[in-house]
């Protein structure tokens, strides 16, 4: 049985014109995670782009991904990551696919052995699925009618001292193709990973969020 990655990728971005090929690292933003899928096959038999843009499908098979052409139906700015996935599943014949791995290109950097670690635990206690997650430590609240209701916290109390809350950082997901077929990514017993890596804050759907990125990738490097 086969375990596929999934990199969907439309045309259209509100925020970053061709946001999934912009240049990032010297590469398409859509390149690293392809790169990644690739450095993974060990665990990915096949790598997916799902879009509905002939530039993204030009640089997706330049990079050795395969192509699913994504119809204008599903390619619109509310539609769910899910149904992308659903269409490649049903598109590819769902026959021999037992697992996929959902590749986000707005997260291009990854711990290099995060995947291997997820599928390890994702295989051995037998979970669904596993997505990944990073605590965040910021007090939240809320505002209405001119005055703040703390969230999170009471006020005065020091940070160190919150309840841990956690956030979806993007960075990897893994589900049983059975479970996207019943349009569900995330399942009630999906494991969630945590990640303490400062790659779990890069997410890049603006202009800024690009700037930090590459801040962050050139400090990383400057490191080695």
Same mark, same amino acid.
């Given at each position: 049985?086969?375990?596929?990655?999934?990199?969907?990728?439309?045309?259209?971005?509100?925020? &970053?014109?061709?946001?999934? &090929? %912009? !240049?990032?690292?010297?590469?398409?933003?859509?390149?690293?995670?392809?790169?990644?899928?690739? %450095?993974? $096959?060990?665990?990915?038999?096949?790598?997916? !782009?799902?879009?509905?843009?002939? $530039?993204?499908?030009?640089?997706?098979? *330049?990079?050795?991904?395969? #192509?699913?052409?994504?119809?204008?139906?599903?390619?619109?700015?509310? $539609?769910?990551? &899910?149904? @992308?996935?659903?269409?490649?599943?049903?598109?590819?014949?769902? =026959?021999?696919?037992?697992?996929?791995?959902?590749? %986000?290109?707005?997260?291009?950097?990854?711990? *290099?052995?995060?995947?291997?670690? @997820?599928?390890?635990? +994702?295989?051995? @206690?037998? +979970?669904?699925?596993?997505?990944?997650?990073?605590?965040?430590?910021?007090?939240?609240?809320?505002?209405?009618?001119?005055?703040?209701?703390?969230?999170?916290?009471?006020?005065? *109390?020091?940070? *160190?001292?919150?309840?841990?809350?956690?956030?979806?950082?993007?960075?990897? +997901? &893994?589900?049983?193709?059975?479970? #996207?077929?019943?349009?569900? /990514?995330?399942?009630? =017993?999906?494991?969630?990973?945590? #990640?303490?890596?400062?790659? @779990?804050?890069?997410?890049?759907?603006? /202009?800024?969020? /690009?700037?930090?990125?590459?801040?962050?990738?050139?400090?990383?490097?400057?490191?080695?």
């Amino acid at each position: 049985m086969k375990t596929i990655a999934i990199i969907p990728a439309r045309g259209g971005s509100k925020r &970053i014109p061709e946001k999934n &090929i %912009q !240049v990032f690292a010297g590469l398409p933003l859509l390149a690293h995670s392809i790169l990644y899928a690739k %450095q993974n $096959e060990a665990i990915i038999d096949e790598i997916y !782009v799902s879009t509905d843009n002939d $530039e993204i499908k030009k640089i997706a098979l *330049q990079f050795g991904a395969k #192509v699913i052409d994504r119809p204008a139906s599903i390619s619109g700015d509310l $539609e769910p990551t &899910i149904t @992308a996935l659903k269409h490649v599943l049903e598109s590819v014949g769902i =026959k021999d696919v037992e697992n996929i791995v959902l590749l %986000q290109p707005t997260n291009p950097l990854r711990p *290099q052995d995060l995947l291997n670690d @997820a599928f390890k635990i +994702y295989e051995e @206690a037998n +979970y669904d699925s596993l997505f990944t997650v990073s605590r965040n430590h910021q007090k939240f609240g809320k505002i209405k009618d001119n005055k703040f209701y703390p969230f999170n916290y009471k006020i005065g *109390q020091r940070s *160190q001292d919150l309840e841990p809350l956690f956030f979806e950082n993007g960075l990897l +997901y &893994i589900a049983k193709a059975s479970l #996207v077929l019943n349009d569900i /990514l995330i399942s009630e =017993k999906a494991f969630p990973l945590e #990640v303490d890596h400062i790659f @779990a804050k890069v997410d890049i759907d603006t /202009l800024e969020d /690009l700037e930090y990125a590459n801040f962050i990738n050139t400090m990383m490097n400057s490191k080695k």
